[in-house]
């Protein structure tokens, strides 16, 4: 965990403890952390960290203060009873003036510079519903909020852009009520309402045995696109990935290439599985078996480029010599001096302005056959073919379809 705690004091009297998470850069927009009903614990502060990586001055208050201050539990059964048990006691009224409190704490902290919004996973999420409602958030997140459904009469407060998210085996939101709160805000361009098949609740928790990974990647980037739109900041993501590509193929510095990434990044070669996760092996994999194992003639031209919110996908033919083992693409394939032009989509993600992780993609079928090691006579595979009619449409179409030619108009 890379933040600390420090003290608000509440409106009513008394004083309660808060984690803060700030940025890299040292300020930026705000977002107050909400929990869930397992309080301030280690899941919370990473997401703070989380989101701290993003760009966020995150503020995560303790809500359960006021039964006992710094309740801290993990998701076994007996600390989810535990957990139930406080929700007993909990007042919402008064989490809601404590939720108040925290952002005004927050837009008064020096690193906060301009507007603060609210994520909230379980309670939170509902308290992000019913806070954003009250008025005083630019915009907010709730992650399977339980009980949304129930104070449905507060939607028409709500100003402020909105992302829910819910899973459809969420057993404590059912999907009537998901309905219901659709049916609510019907025609609300500024809420979004988003529902993952398959997922449970909790789903964007890795800690719980519910997390379901796919869900909560597509989730979070979701949120941070509701995010960047409504608070900023705003990172040149094409020109962030175009510095690390000159890293990696024109100067070939490792430590440069890394210093691109977040502290803890990931690459995955989707058709070899190479790479590495974590600075320490992705360090060792550019170092030893890509930087130094990519032919000197390769060549990246690119097709089409999609920027997001938070990742871009590059759409590239990919062109070299294979004139050195390349560990990374042909590992253990002695070099054949034979051209090989493929096309290839990197798909990179970014936490504020740092890679977090890559995931490229291309024909392994293709650069065997180029290479010689895959007879096209034999499966249904090209070659260079594949390049080439990539940037030329009037190349024929369908021509390993041996029934093609059946189908044509008598």
Known sequence: MSGGMITIKAADGGSFKAYLATPAAGSGPGIVLLQEIFGVNRHMRAQADRYAEEGYVVLVPDLFWRIEPGIELGYGDAERARALDYLKHFDAAKALDDIADTVAALRAHPACRGKVGAVGFCLGGRL????????????????????????????????????????????????????QIRAAFAGRAEVEIYV??????????????????????????????????VMGPQYDLSALWEKHTEYEFGTRDTDATMATMVAEPYVNHIPTMTGGVGYRDLHRFYQNHFIPKTPKDTKLIPISRTIGSDRV???????????????????????????????????????????????????????????????????????VETAKKLVDTTLPSNQLMKRWAESAPK
């Open 128 to 179: 992000a519903y019913l806070s954003l409602a009250r008025g005083g958030l630019d915009c907010a997140v709730a992650y399977y909020g339980g009980g949304i459904d129930r104070n449905l009469d507060q939607a028409a407060a709500i100003k402020a852009p909105l992302a829910m998210h819910f899973g459809t085996a969420d057993t404590s939101i059912p999907e009537t009520a998901v309905a």
């Open 196 to 229: 993952y098949p398959g997922a449970g609740h909790g789903f964007a928790c890795d800690e719980r045995a519910s997390f379901d990974k796919p869900a909560a990647m597509m989730a979070h980037s979701r949120s941070i696109a509701l995010l960047r739109k």
């Open 313 to 383: 996908v590059d759409e590239m033919l990919f062109c070299f010599t294979h004139d050195i083992e390349i560990d990374w693409m042909l590992p253990g394939v002695t070099p054949t001096g034979k051209y090989v032009e493929i096309p290839l989509v990197a798909i990179v993600n970014f936490r504020g302005d740092k890679l977090y992780h890559e995931h490229i993609y291309w024909d392994q079928a293709s650069v065997l056959v180029q290479i010689g090691l895959l007879d096209p006579a034999l499966y249904p595979v090209a070659g």
